[in-house]
């Protein structure tokens, strides 16, 4: 899965259970941003590349949910 998938993911996600999210591009360095969901956050690696499964399990659990509901 590609940043900017997992973002297009996120978005839904807290759409469909009423939740605060943001993303912040300008709070990285350089192409990683910062992405808070109800409260939580992580840092979204560059958005044009592929995430591994292991980070994609580390960001999900930062922000409290699970890969299966993305």
């Known amino acids: 899965m590609r940043g900017s998938e997992f973002l297009r993911k996120i978005e839904k996600l807290a759409r469909a259970r009423n939740l605060y999210y ?24 560059d958005r044009t590349k592929e995430i591994g499964p292991g980070l994609l399990s580390s ?5 409290g949910i699970r890969k299966e509901d993305l």
């Open 22 to 45: 943001i993303f912040v591009p300008a709070h990285g360095k350089g192409s990683h941003g910062r992405l808070e969901l109800a409260g939580r956050s992580t840092t979204l690696k």
């Open 59 to 63: 960001m999900c659990s930062q922000l």
